[in-house]
Structures are given as C-alpha cells and as structure tokens.
C-alpha cells in the first residue's frame, strides 16, 4: 500500500459528485457517501487530510470528517 502513489477516482464517483455540484442543496453526507463508492477518492481524500500540509491535530479516518474539514 505504501509504495501506491495515487488511484484514479471511478467514473461513478465523478457522475455523483458532479451531479451534486449542480444541487446547492446537497449535504455533505451525501458528497461522503458518493466518495465512499470508489476506494480511490477515499484513499485520496484520507491522504489529503491526513498530509503534513493539512497538520489537523488528530488523525482523519472518516470520509464524512474529511468532506467536513476540506469543504465542499
């Protein structure tokens, strides 16, 4: 695992986000849940939150905790 440097996000994935952008009504439970369909873009997003750049005080394990702290 840590020699994986990045996954691709599954179409899926980018067809509920972009549906969603379009919806200024959408929470941000449900930005989590359509991350949660690709391994990818949860492994990306875990990554982010958890990088040195991001320096939160405690490690991010939760999708919906990193939609939370990163924003929409």
């Given at each position: 695992m840590?020699?994986?440097?990045?996954?691709?996000?599954?179409?899926t994935v980018y067809n509920e986000i972009?549906?969603?952008s379009k919806n200024s009504e959408t929470t941000t439970e449900e930005y989590a849940k359509?991350?949660?369909?690709g391994p990818g873009s949860k492994t990306q997003m875990l990554h982010l939150c958890?990088?040195?750049?991001?320096?939160?005080?405690?490690q991010i394990t939760a999708v919906?905790?990193?939609v939370n702290l990163l924003g929409l």
């Open positions: 840590e020699k994986i440097t990045s996954l691709l996000a599954m179409p972009d549906k969603f359509a991350l949660e369909l958890n990088s040195s750049a991001s320096s939160f005080s405690y919906q905790d990193a």
